[in-house]
């Protein structure tokens, strides 16, 4: 909730379940990925501005996509973009795909591509893989 209430002045939070603790951070991830590291009973929450239009159902969520870093879903792509810049407009892509609903997509920083598809981790567990470090899992939480 704090975070929430400074607005622009809280880029990023992270919560720890175990200890029932919230840390407000004073920085993002951007050029900084590899800082991440996954931790169990925790979470790392991050602020991004998206230009595609929110769904109205979507509108009020407190965030509109969940990424996994170095996850992907195997096998399961509906569209592929290359020469994509950011993680931002892999997103948005997802977000403005007419075609298909697009629930998750997977974004490769080394290569700039983005996969689009209509699965997610939970409709196909079974291929939601270990991927390489430059893949982030996207999965649209609308």
Known sequence: ???LDDSGECPAF?????N??????????QGRGQEIVSSPGK???????????????????????E?????????????????????RDCIEACLQETTFLCR???YDSATLNCRLSRSDRRSNPQEYVT????????E???
């Open 1 to 3: 909730k704090r975070c």
């Open 14 to 18: 992270a919560v720890d379940y175990r």
């Open 20 to 29: 029932n603790r919230c840390f407000k951070l004073d920085r993002n991830t």
């Open 43 to 65: 979470s790392y929450f991050e602020k991004i501005c998206v230009r595609a239009a929110i769904p109205p159902q979507c509108r009020e969520n407190k965030w509109h996509f």
């Open 67 to 87: 990424r996994v870093p170095g996850r992907e879903l195997r096998g399961l792509d509906d569209r592929q973009r290359t020469l994509v810049q950011s993680r």
């Open 104 to 106: 998750s997509a997977e």
């Open 131 to 138: 991927a390489a470090t430059t893949v982030e899992y996207l």
């Open 140 to 142: 649209n939480q609308c």
